[in-house]
Every structure is written in structure tokens, then in C-alpha cells.
């Protein structure tokens, strides 16, 4: 069965620090995959998505970057965070077809 | 520009009775409907799908209904349980994916 992994659970960073979440997925081979946030009372943004090595799209502009260094290995990082980074970030994979979404636990970032 | 909309923010329901969810989209590429629950501090887990060919899905007591000329869907919850309190995202699928919102739920003793 597959099994997605995020880590760390919770993250308490100050503004400006570098940031490193890690999402790796197990028994499934080249998955679409995808990082989320979701700001407190707010609705899951699509941040980046990827559908192999090296090949990341992003959504929406900002200070953070994706990469996929492995086939089942998702990063998000930052240089610099800012206060609004803060949310819970959800990793997620798929296979097409069809498009069902599995989610991580999550990260709970909060910036302050 | 929001393709998928969910205008109910929240639902306040009594066990035993039914739930309505509703959601509506912009986007006629999208061919492929999705909802999914939400505790907090969790990950969305998939609930049910259902295909723009069909117009109606089943499972359990999740019902899923599509009204393609509408560009509405909406998930029924019958009956209600405490277990069903959560937020409820639907996902429109096809040349992008698109979360609506969320709909909280609760479902009252």
C-alpha cells in the first residue's frame, strides 16, 4: 500500500530563517505530487505540483521554491521566511488516471 | 479568480438528519469532481468522485450529484453523524485542479 510522509510536524521559525519541509511517498512509482497550504480559515492553495524529476510548476508567486531531487522525494524550501508563510502545509500525491489526492499529516509552520 | 465555490462557509446539522453540501464551478474543462473531509491538523482524505458522464455517485451514505448544465455538485450526508463534523473540500479536476474553500460541518448530538 502507499504510504506519504511529512516531516517536521510542527515548525516554529523566526522571520527571515531558511526553511526546509520534506515529503517523501512509498510504494507507488512516479507520482504527480504536491504541496498546499492552507492559512488559518482559509481554503487549500495550490503552491507547486510536479509531475516527475526535475519538473516543478508553480501556482503562485512567492518566496517559496519546490524541488524533486528523487521520484518519491518533494521538497519545500525558502531563503527568507515572512510572517504570512505561516500555515499548514500539506504535501499530496496522485496517479493518472484518475486524479484522487492523497494527502501527508501536514506541517503546522508558524513564523513569528 | 475562483473557478470552484463553495458559498456555504459552514453547516450546523442534528445527528440523524441530512447534510447538503454545495459547490459550484466556472470552468466547462472541468471533467472530473471530487470531495474531501478534513479534520484539523490533518490531511484531507478522499471521500468520493464522481465523473462528469454520470450524474449521480453512491457510496454509503455519501451521495454525490452533478448538474453539469447548473456547473453545480453537491454531496448529501444521510444521515448525519458526530463523526461527520469536519470541514468538507470539493476539487474540480481537468486541465487544472481546483480546491473550493471548504464547508465546515458540524453535526450535533
Known amino acids: 500500500s502507499q504510504t506519504i510522509h511529512q516531516w517536521p510536524a510542527t515548525l516554529v521559525q523566526p522571520v527571515g530563517s531558511p526553511l526546509s519541509l520534506e515529503c517523501t511517498v512509498e510504494?507507488?512509482?512516479?507520482?504527480?505530487l504536491y504541496w498546499y497550504r492552507q492559512a488559518a480559515g482559509r481554503g487549500l492553495q495550490l503552491l507547486f505540483y510536479?509531475?516527475?524529476?526535475?519538473?516543478i510548476s508553480s501556482e503562485v508567486p512567492q518566496n517559496l521554491s519546490a524541488s524533486r531531487p528523487q521520484d518519491r522525494q518533494f521538497i519545500l524550501s525558502s531563503k527568507k521566511l515572512l510572517l504570512s508563510d505561516s500555515g499548514f502545509y500539506l504535501c499530496a500525491w496522485s496517479n493518472l488516471p484518475p486524479d484522487t489526492q492523497y494527502f501527508g499529516p501536514g506541517t503546522r509552520l508558524t513564523v513569528l | 479568480d475562483q473557478q470552484v465555490k463553495q458559498n456555504s462557509p459552514s453547516l450546523s446539522v442534528q445527528e440523524g438528519r441530512i447534510s447538503i453540501l454545495n459547490c459550484d464551478y466556472t470552468n466547462s474543462m472541468f471533467d472530473y469532481f471530487l470531495w474531501y473531509k478534513k479534520y484539523p491538523a490533518e490531511g484531507p482524505t478522499f471521500l468520493i468522485s464522481i465523473s462528469s458522464i454520470k450524474d449521480k455517485n453512491e457510496d454509503g451514505r455519501f451521495t454525490v450529484f452533478l448538474n453539469k448544465s447548473a456547473k453545480h455538485l453537491s454531496l448529501h450526508i444521510v444521515p448525519s453523524q458526530p463523526g461527520d463534523s469536519a470541514v468538507y473540500f470539493c476539487?474540480?479536476?481537468?486541465?487544472?485542479?481546483?480546491f473550493g474553500g471548504g464547508t465546515r460541518v458540524l453535526v450535533k448530538p
Open positions: 510504494g507507488t512509482s512516479n507520482p504527480n
Open positions: 476539487k474540480a479536476a481537468g486541465n487544472k485542479l481546483t
Open positions: 510536479s509531475v516527475g524529476i526535475g519538473q
